[in-house]
Protein backbone atom coordinates (compact mmCIF):
# COMPACT_ATOMS: atom_id res chain seq x y z
CA UNK A 1 0.00 0.00 0.00
CA UNK A 2 0.92 3.65 -0.67
CA UNK A 3 0.40 7.05 0.77
CA UNK A 4 0.84 10.58 -0.32
CA UNK A 5 2.78 12.65 2.79
CA UNK A 6 3.00 16.68 1.66
CA UNK A 7 5.20 18.78 4.04
CA UNK A 8 4.68 22.39 4.67
CA UNK A 9 6.02 24.72 6.82
CA UNK A 10 8.91 23.90 9.36
CA UNK A 11 8.30 20.08 8.01
CA UNK A 12 8.87 21.20 4.90
CA UNK A 13 12.14 23.28 5.89
CA UNK A 14 13.40 20.09 8.10
CA UNK A 15 12.98 17.29 5.20
CA UNK A 16 13.44 19.89 2.25
CA UNK A 17 10.49 17.89 0.71
CA UNK A 18 7.50 19.12 -0.66
CA UNK A 19 5.56 15.76 -0.90
CA UNK A 20 7.20 11.62 -1.28
CA UNK A 21 4.92 8.30 -1.58
CA UNK A 22 5.49 6.12 1.50
CA UNK A 23 5.36 2.42 0.79
CA UNK A 24 3.38 0.75 4.53
CA UNK A 25 2.29 -2.64 5.28
CA UNK A 26 -0.95 -3.69 5.00
CA UNK A 27 -1.11 -3.32 8.64
CA UNK A 28 0.03 -0.13 9.35
CA UNK A 29 -0.86 2.64 11.72
CA UNK A 30 -0.54 6.58 11.47
CA UNK A 31 1.52 6.01 14.27
CA UNK A 32 3.45 3.64 11.72
CA UNK A 33 3.46 6.44 9.46
CA UNK A 34 5.15 8.68 11.82
CA UNK A 35 7.41 6.34 13.37
CA UNK A 36 9.22 5.70 9.54
CA UNK A 37 9.17 9.74 8.70
CA UNK A 38 11.08 10.14 11.76
CA UNK A 39 13.83 7.08 11.09
CA UNK A 40 13.79 9.04 7.26
CA UNK A 41 14.17 12.56 8.69
CA UNK A 42 15.87 12.48 11.89
CA UNK A 43 15.70 17.05 11.91
CA UNK A 44 11.74 16.04 12.79
CA UNK A 45 12.19 14.38 15.76
CA UNK A 46 12.29 17.44 18.70
CA UNK A 47 10.57 20.08 16.36
CA UNK A 48 7.38 18.37 14.61
CA UNK A 49 7.38 14.45 16.03
CA UNK A 50 7.60 13.94 19.94
CA UNK A 51 10.57 12.66 21.42
CA UNK A 52 8.39 9.21 21.54
CA UNK A 53 8.88 8.86 17.70
CA UNK A 54 5.38 8.21 17.22
CA UNK A 55 3.39 11.10 17.79
CA UNK A 56 3.22 14.97 16.97
CA UNK A 57 3.80 17.71 19.12
CA UNK A 58 1.02 19.56 19.99
CA UNK A 59 1.60 22.21 17.66
CA UNK A 60 1.71 20.41 14.17
CA UNK A 61 -1.43 18.30 12.65
CA UNK A 62 -1.84 15.95 10.10
CA UNK A 63 -4.70 17.22 7.76
CA UNK A 64 -6.10 13.60 6.50
CA UNK A 65 -7.01 14.22 2.24
CA UNK A 66 -7.59 18.36 3.03
CA UNK A 67 -10.70 17.61 4.87
CA UNK A 68 -10.18 17.17 8.53
CA UNK A 69 -7.26 16.86 11.15
CA UNK A 70 -6.11 13.22 11.72
CA UNK A 71 -6.90 13.48 16.12
CA UNK A 72 -4.68 11.27 18.66
CA UNK A 73 -7.07 8.69 19.20
CA UNK A 74 -7.22 7.84 15.69
CA UNK A 75 -3.00 7.07 15.89
CA UNK A 76 -3.37 3.48 15.68
CA UNK A 77 -6.28 2.97 13.12
CA UNK A 78 -4.81 2.27 9.36
CA UNK A 79 -4.15 4.86 6.51
CA UNK A 80 -6.08 3.69 3.61
CA UNK A 81 -4.41 3.07 0.13
CA UNK A 82 -3.83 6.31 -1.98
CA UNK A 83 -4.68 8.26 1.47
CA UNK A 84 -3.36 11.96 1.53
CA UNK A 85 -1.82 13.22 5.15
CA UNK A 86 -0.92 16.57 5.29
CA UNK A 87 2.05 17.62 8.02
CA UNK A 88 1.67 21.38 8.92
CA UNK A 89 2.41 23.29 12.15
CA UNK A 90 -1.16 25.05 13.57
CA UNK A 91 0.82 27.74 14.77
CA UNK A 92 2.23 29.13 11.40
CA UNK A 93 -0.61 28.57 9.54
CA UNK A 94 0.86 25.39 7.92
Known sequence: ???LVEFVGVSRVLTGE?????PLAPDSSYRDVIRQLGAR????IGQVIALDGETLLPENQIA?????MLQLSEMDASPAEGERLTF???LAGG
Request: charged share 10%.
Open 41 to 44: FPAL
Open 64 to 68: LNGKR
Open 18 to 22: QNLTL
Open 88 to 90: MSI
Open 1 to 3: MNI
